[in-house]
């Protein structure tokens, strides 16, 4: 295990990265109407700020050797009782800076670009304060030290992302996709507490340190239940099947929160939680395996999903769940894959930003209508706009050289060690990524206008557009930069260690197998969304069409499996409630009450008879103690 | 340490208290409550001032002890101390107290001619005194003179302030609790006569009571009459039916004080009464505790799902959360009792946010607590909707929370113990946010209901009152230090006192490798 | 004389007394047979007093008698007034006490 190094010079900051947005969020979310007007431009600052701070760390961390680069700063004690301790504490290493910069710097370039998106919103302060909350919970929870401390950024998160999506909440469906957001990422946050309590009865603590030096020793089956409940933890934050129903109704939310929280930054949780209990995975192979699984099917899900819905949002969301399939199955692979879920995770962060930002400023410029079908040839009065987009399009499918390429292609590679069939799927959904987004851009920006009548599209203020530049620049160099000029690799080496393993044909065959596979999946858009006209109604499609329309019927599922059987329990045990416990309860108070309504009926008002009875029971009592004195 | 009586002083304030109250003229209304609410913060600032003297590391079982004869040949004193369980309860009781006086500042009046306004701010502080000297006395009996005393201002706080239907509810709750107090009292005699028997001169000293080795089998049966009355006090699963009628027609004030306060006597007494002085019988029903404590999580979270009644939803939420409490008591480990105690906490001022923010909101609509009767309200009044995620967060034991200590140390102490039933009562919390959500969902957000279109939001009182409680729940959970380690000690001595000890885990740390199942 | 015929008598007063309360219907007659009882009582505490050489049934027997003034006070004043209200003294009338 590394070296804790104590927390020195700009590394003291550390708990000033989360103070500042917090304290963000607390002032815009408790100061009141008297915030309003300053308000939106503190909350762009306190993220800047630690943006700073997080280059500052950066750069210092640079100086240091590679064993050198994880500190630890503890507060103050949290939790304690018994055996049990889980400390205010963080700790920065070369993973987490990865986040704490995209975090920061994305948020930064999106709470900027929210100027301007929600510039007219009544509710703009509360919309910074919220967005401030949901970044100092992120970065507590890759900044955390224990299991415990990440539990709560976790939520915070959660939190956050409930109280975005459901930011109109006058809207019934914004409040309701939050509502079942929340709850669902309820059922996850089930397995992350479970992984955490056993982690506590084997290893008798929840520190990452504390767990991951003594790991290897506890049994595989205890290892493979964490892995699989970390798993679970996963999925509900990363939208990962099962649970992923709630992301594309999470697109409710303003786009900006879509851009942050359900693109680049806390869907990707689930994956940083994967990531680091690398440990815990690398031991339990058949985790590692449900990981792989999940992966896969989630990539599939989503690119299918991606490719049917015409609501320009939600296309996105089942892209953002097809690549966050990508990195969890990355993810899954172990030590050779678990550097490229994370570089994938850092272009998809830059990219997918872009393009969510892009569709913003496109919805913008529509009287925010989200139909593609009413769409189209919108380059031509949108320049900037489709210009980043397009360019955002180029690394989602991995053209060589913007930023996707290589994340992606390093995931197919990996697969590829592993098993050649985790290889196929993952090379294949990249054709089908090259389909759905090139749909998208043609429906979007090219073919013909379809406007609605009053629809009068106009380019974003530059307070938009330069957001929308910087990630586009980002989209494009990232990779290069970090695979060329810093090696990512050897960067996270020493948390996640990194292997590689000889492939059968030479690499060049793969990169030029996936990008052939992606230019007939785009071509195949092309023809069928650029070249002909598109309808203004949806057709009525194939069953696989409308299944994808219906996401693969995940409500459906469900609502049978689940929600209705537990409102139905509900009202039995209301009923039972009422008839049975309350019944037995009232009724011995009506059998009491009856009783004494019959023994009442001797109360007849005639002293004599009264006056007889007494007589009567003072012959009794006589006879009685004549009897007793005669026995 | 001081010999200054603090318990007494404490008990005796909000005494004097009422009574000035009660002979304050009818129509004053105004200095009635003014007056009380100046010695209910008195008792608040005597409660922070004999808290900071409260040594958390001392050895001594009790602090701030004091000990006079009251009915030697009985072997009776009034004896009172508290520990850190005690400390945190009675702070927890204070603290309420000045909030619900400020809350329910325009909940009564004089036209409504049932009671006077006086008489409601009287009894409140009468119900202090009370609170105060159940979480604080060590004598048994003493404790079931406190613990049956609380029934009469609170039978008429139901009855002569509450709503429609309140002669039934505080009829329903007084005799309910008056039974579970019958065999209670049944219990202490027969513990005393226990008690006589073995050390030759009887006595109900609780200290006295804990060293004595008592029949297992006379155990088992005294067990179940202390437990009975507590259970239906706290409230456990299947005798919890008169909360929600209590909750429903009390006013939010009265309900806070009910469900917040008065309801962890049981739980209280569970933890202080029940374990130390019947260990073994403790240990023997700990399965059926158990068991009732897990059908309370579900069944208490699945009615609060269909409920139509706000009042009566936070009544059947309470009653999960009660379960939650009784399960950590009684699986023997430490985590599980701090977080307990952590818990009966938060779950104080989680109840006390609930009920008076939902109280707010229906004395701007008439009262009425059906939740069909809102929605969108955070459109015209966004304070008051604040208040109520909060409460509601808090509720659900979001991480970051008071409550969430609470729970998670709970859970985690079931599972340590029993690994199935940790799991099992951790599933609840997904239900929790289900109908904590739901409600918040229907009434909060959506379109506006028109009859409630300029409803005002929350003035300057209201928020007063609310401040203090979700500053607590955020910033003890973040430094939950001040609770933990006065809690900590007192668990640690229940816990030497049922001799129960915590699992150890399977992998050492740092430690040889046992490995037990490798 | 042999002490035991005052219990006799006492016996035998007590019984009368108890039948006239349960036979008679006037009020003023009921009163009087309950009267009748309590000396009854009397005359026995003092007998066995006397029989057992202590003063303690005489003692008893004036309590009796001052409590029996009372009573009689009370008696009076609740019979006069009901048959001021009711024109009667028939005991069997005002059953408004009954359940």
């Known amino acids: 295990m590394t070296e804790l190094m104590p927390a020195e010079g700009v590394f003291s900051l550390i708990w000033v990265l989360i103070a500042l947005p917090l304290a963000g969020a607390a002032i815009l979310l408790f100061g009141g109407r008297r915030t309003n007007s300053w308000g939106p431009y503190l909350g762009v600052l306190t993220v800047a700020a630690s943006g700073v701070i997080g280059v500052l760390m950066l750069l210092g961390m640079m100086q240091n050797s590679p064993e050198q680069r994880t500190y630890g700063q503890t507060l103050f004690t949290w939790v304690f009782s018994g055996s049990f301790q889980a400390d205010m504490a963080f700790q920065l290493d070369q993973l987490s800076i990865i986040f704490v910069l995209l975090i920061t710097i994305v948020g930064t370039l999106i709470h900027v670009y929210s100027l301007g998106y929600m510039a007219h919103d009544d509710n703009r302060r509360k919309f910074f304060g919220e967005l401030n909350l949901f970044v100092a919970a992120m970065l507590l929870l890759v900044l955390a030290n224990n299991y415990l401390l990440l539990y709560v950024g976790w939520e915070g998160v959660g939190l956050a992302s409930y109280l975005l999506i459901s930011f109109w909440q006058h809207k019934p469906s914004a409040a309701a996709a939050g509502k079942k957001a929340f709850i669902i990422n309820r059922v996850g946050d089930v397995g992350l507490s479970l992984a955490i309590m056993l982690m506590f ?61 359900h693109a680049a930054t806390m869907v990707t949780a689930g994956v940083y939680l994967i990531v680091r209990s690398n440990v815990i995975f690398t031991a339990a192979e058949w985790a590692a395996v449900a990981v792989i699984v999940v992966g896969l099917i989630t990539m599939w899900m989503g690119a299918i999903i991606g490719s049917a819905k015409d609501d320009i949002k939600k296309s996105l969301a089942g892209s953002t769940m097809s690549q966050i399939g990508y990195m969890i199955t990355a993810a899954g692979l172990g030590p050779i894959g678990y550097v490229f879920a994370i570089f994938h995770l850092l272009t998809h962060g830059v990219f997918k930003a872009g393009l969510f930002l892009g569709a913003g400023s496109v919805m913008h410029g529509m009287n925010d209508n989200v139909n593609m079908r009413r769409y189209g040839a919108l380059r031509g ?119 590689t393993v000889e492939l059968a044909l030479p690499s060049w065959v793969y990169e030029l197998t996936t990008l052939v596979l992606v230019l007939i999946g785009a071509a195949i858009a092309w023809v069928s969304y650029a070249r002909r006209d598109v309808p203004v109604e949806a057709p009525h499609g194939s069953w696989l069409t409308r299944a994808a329309r219906e996401e693969l019927y995940g409500n459906q599922v469900n609502d049978a499996l689940v929600v209705q059987p537990t409102y139905y329990t509900s009202r039995l045990l209301v009923w039972f409630d009422n008839k049975g416990v309350d019944g037995f309860v009232n009724g011995s108070a009506a059998f009491v009450g009856g009783l004494s309504g019959r023994l009442r009926r001797y109360q007849t008002g005639f002293a004599r008879s009264y006056a007889l009875s007494m007589v009567g029971g003072a012959v009794l009592v006589v006879l009685a103690l004549v009897l007793v004195r005669m026995s | 340490m001081t010999t200054f009586p603090w318990l007494t002083t404490l008990g005796v304030v909000p005494l004097v208290g009422s009574v000035v109250v009660a002979l304050l003229p009818r129509g004053r209304g105004l200095l009635a409550k003014q007056v009380a609410l100046f010695f209910a913060v008195l008792t608040l600032g005597l409660t922070v001032a004999m808290a900071l003297q409260f040594q958390g590391d001392s050895s001594e079982p009790f602090q ?46 004089e036209d409504g001619g049932r009671g006077t306004v006086k008489g409601y701010f009287a009894l409140i502080l009468v119900l202090e005194t009370l609170m105060i000297g159940v979480f604080a006395a060590t004598d048994v009996f003493l404790f079931y003179v406190f613990f049956e005393a609380m029934l009469i201002p609170v039978y008429f706080m139901i009855g002569r302030y509450g709503g429609v239907q309140r002669s039934y509810a505080a009829v329903k709750f007084l005799l309910y609790s008056l039974l579970g107090g019958l065999f209670m009292l049944a219990s202490l005699i027969g513990l005393y006569v226990v008690s006589a028997q073995l050390t030759g001169t009887g006595t109900f000293d609780f200290l006295t009571l804990t060293g004595l080795e008592i029949d297992p089998g006379t155990q088992k049966l005294l067990f179940l009459g202390f437990f009975f009355a507590f259970a239906v006090k706290a409230p456990l699963w299947p005798f919890h039916t008169w909360l929600p009628d209590a909750a429903a027609e009390a006013k939010p004030g009265t309900a806070v004080l009910l469900i917040g306060v008065l309801d962890k006597v049981g739980t209280f007494g569970m933890i202080r009464y029940c374990l130390p002085i019947f260990p073994a019988a403790s240990e023997f029903y700990a399965p059926v505790v158990i068991g009732m404590a897990l059908i309370g999580i579900f069944y208490g979270a699945f009615v609060a799902l269909s409920q139509s009644d706000m009042k009566r939803l936070f009544a059947y939420s309470s009653m999960s959360h009660f379960g939650f409490i009784a399960l950590g008591i009684f699986v023997f480990t430490s985590q599980g009792q701090s977080g307990s105690v952590v818990y009966m906490v938060a779950h104080g001022l989680s109840t006390a946010a609930l009920f008076l923010t939902a109280g707010f909101l229906m004395a701007r609509h008439g009262g009425s607590s059906a939740i069909a009767d809102y929605a969108g309200v955070n459109k015209p009044a966004p304070v008051l909707a604040g208040f109520f995620m909060i409460a509601a967060l808090s509720s659900l034991a979001l991480p970051g929370l008071i409550s969430f200590i609470g729970e998670f140390l709970v859970l985690l102490g079931a599972f340590e113990r029993y690994l199935w039933v940790g799991a099992l009562a951790t599933v609840g919390i997904v239900i929790t946010a289900a109908y904590v959500l739901r409600l918040y969902q229907r009434t909060m957000t959506g379109p506006v209901k028109p009859e409630l279109e300029g409803m005002h939001d929350l003035r300057g009182r209201e928020i007063t009152a609310l401040v203090p409680i979700a500053a607590l729940t955020i910033v003890l959970g973040i430094f939950p230090a001040p609770l933990l380690n006065v809690i900590n000690p007192a668990v640690d001595r229940v816990m030497t006192s049922v001799g129960a000890t915590d699992p150890t885990p399977t992998v050492g740390l740092g430690t040889t490798v046992e490995g037990t199942d490798k | 004389m042999n002490p035991s015929n005052y219990v006799v008598l006492s016996a035998v007063l007590f019984s009368i007394g108890a039948i006239g309360v ?18 009854a009582a009397n005359l026995a505490f003092v007998a066995f007093a006397r029989m057992n050489g202590n003063l303690d049934g005489q003692v008893v027997a004036f309590f009796v008698m001052v409590v029996a003034a009372s009573e009689v006070v009370v008696g009076l004043a609740i019979i006069v007034t009901i048959f001021r209200t009711r024109r009667s003294a028939s005991i069997d009338e005002p059953n408004l006490l009954k359940y």
């Open chain 1, 381 to 499: 009065v949108m320049v900037i706009t489709a210009g980043t987009f397009i360019i955002c399009y180029l690394a989602i499918i991995g053209i060589p050289p913007f930023d996707g390429f290589f994340s992606k292609d390093d995931i197919i590679h990996a697969s590829f060690e592993r098993s050649p069939i985790i290889g196929i799927l993952a090379m294949l959904a990249a054709g089908l990524t090259g389909f759905y987004m090139t749909r998208m851009v043609a429906m979007t920006f090219f073919g013909k206008a379809r406007w609605e009548d009053d629809a009068h599209p106009h380019e974003s203020p530059k307070v938009m557009t330069i957001p929308l530049i910087i990630l586009a620049i980002g989209a494009t160099f990232l990779g290069m930069a970090l695979v060329y000029w810093g090696n990512i690799e050897s960067w996270l080496e020493p948390v996640t260690g990194v292997e």
């Open chain 1, 201 to 261: 009865v084997t290893f008798g603590s929840v520190g990452f340190q504390d767990v991951f030096g003594v790991a290897d020793q506890a049994s595989e089956g205890t290892l493979t239940a964490i892995g699989l409940l970390l798993l679970l933890a996963a999925c509900g934050k990363s939208a990962q099947f099962p649970l992923q129903s709630w992301l594309l109704d999470a697109m409710e939310g303003p786009t900006p929160v879509s851009a942050l929280i």
């Open chain 3, 22 to 39: 349960l036979v008679r219907r006037n009020a003023i007659i009921v009163f009087m047979s309950v009267e009748l009882m309590l000396n």
């Open chain 2, 64 to 109: 701030f002890v004091e000990s006079h004869p009251w009915i030697p040949t009985f072997g009776i004193s009034y004896s009172v101390g508290v520990d850190g369980i005690g400390l945190v309860l009675v702070a927890l009781a204070t603290t309420l107290v000045p909030i619900v006086i400020l809350a329910g500042w325009n909940d009564v009046d």
